[in-house]
């Protein structure tokens, strides 16, 4: 039996197929104009198919998303809370992957855990897909990377600048930045910096990444500018606000981006925290767009890992 096709991380998956799943998420999002949401796509590509959603943390963007993905594609959902399962009673992952494989097609996993994704991973006969670690978020960059291109055009050789927590986003942005060839700057403070795992890849494989701790001159000419909550799900809020709030992307930071610049944040958003609503509500903020592609990008995602691309 081949090796199932896995979606962990974006610096694990081949450059080419990540090409491959953007182009395809944007051409069944055109496809899918006007058509009403719960409308099968004509040819049900993983009709007769289940996913497996398991949920550690609450979800709305990517439990909702997932599940209509695999409505959309002719396929089945089934969402597990944790605590309802034996996972919250001490049944092992490796054990709960080696069930879950005779029963669904494919596994999705929100964990605090990273090292619960990769034993998942390990021991699962079927795709194992990232919907959020304490490491990285993958599936949400997609989304990202096909928002930023639906507005701006070919992502390669662009700049999109980080202002915020050097979180789990920011390791998968770098990622991003190493696969799709564009120009990543982080501004965070120094307690909250990226992921050093994360930033010896990038210097690795000759990424252009940047870390400093100035956030107007890091959004200087940026075509992007990007942040996230300032405490996210499983952080320690102490301090937190003290050390971020010179980062907080407002009015004044975005006029130090091209001109052109687009705004973007993954959502949930603390309003007048990590930005402010005059930016989050403006003309160049793209928030919900980037929230609607989780959907369009995780059936890309979905049918890459299913072989039915
Ligand atoms: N951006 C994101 O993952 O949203 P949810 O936490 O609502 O899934």
Redesign the pocket.
């Known amino acids: 039996m081949a090796d199932p096709k896995h979606f962990l991380d974006i610096n694990l998956v081949d450059a080419g197929d990540l090409r491959t799943i953007i182009d395809d998420g944007i051409a069944v999002k055109q496809a899918r104009l006007g058509t009403p949401k719960g409308t099968i796509d004509p040819d049900a590509p993983l009709k007769g198919h289940a996913l497996a959603a398991i949920f550690e943390f ?6 909702v998303s997932f599940d209509m993905a695999m409505r959309q594609l002719g396929g089945d959902t089934i969402v597990l809370n944790s605590n309802d399962m034996q996972l919250g009673r001490g049944e092992s992952i490796a054990d709960t992957a080696r069930v879950l494989s005779r029963y669904v097609d494919a596994i999705m996993i929100r964990t605090d855990d990273h090292d619960k994704l990769q034993e998942l991973a390990e021991f699962a006969t079927v795709p194992v897909i990232n919907g ?1 670690t304490n490491d990285s ?1 993958p599936c ?1 960059l997609m989304a990202d990377v096909m928002t930023f291109e639906e507005h701006r055009g070919p992502i390669k050789d662009k700049v999109l600048t980080w202002s915020g927590d050097g979180n789990n986003m920011v390791t998968s942005y770098i990622h991003a930045a190493g696969q799709f060839g564009f120009e990543l700057r982080i501004a965070c403070p120094e307690e909250l910096s990226p992921d050093p795992r994360a930033l010896k890849w990038a210097e690795n494989v000759g990424a252009n990444v940047h870390v400093s701790r100035d956030a107007t001159e890091a959004v200087t000419g940026a075509h992007c500018v990007i942040t996230d909550t300032w405490v996210s799900m499983g952080d320690d809020a102490a301090n937190r606000h003290n050390l971020l709030s010179p980062y907080q992307v407002d009015e004044k930071l975005m006029a130090g981006a091209d001109a052109n610049a687009i705004f973007m944040h ?3 958003a603390h309003r007048e925290e990590e930005a402010t609503t005059g930016v989050m509500d403006g003309p160049q903020s793209v928030i919900f767009d980037e929230a609607e592609n989780r959907l369009h990008a995780q059936k890309a995602i979905l049918r890459w890992c299913l072989g039915a691309s």
């Open positions: 609450p979800s709305t963007r990517t439990r959020l978020h949400q993954c959502l949930p």
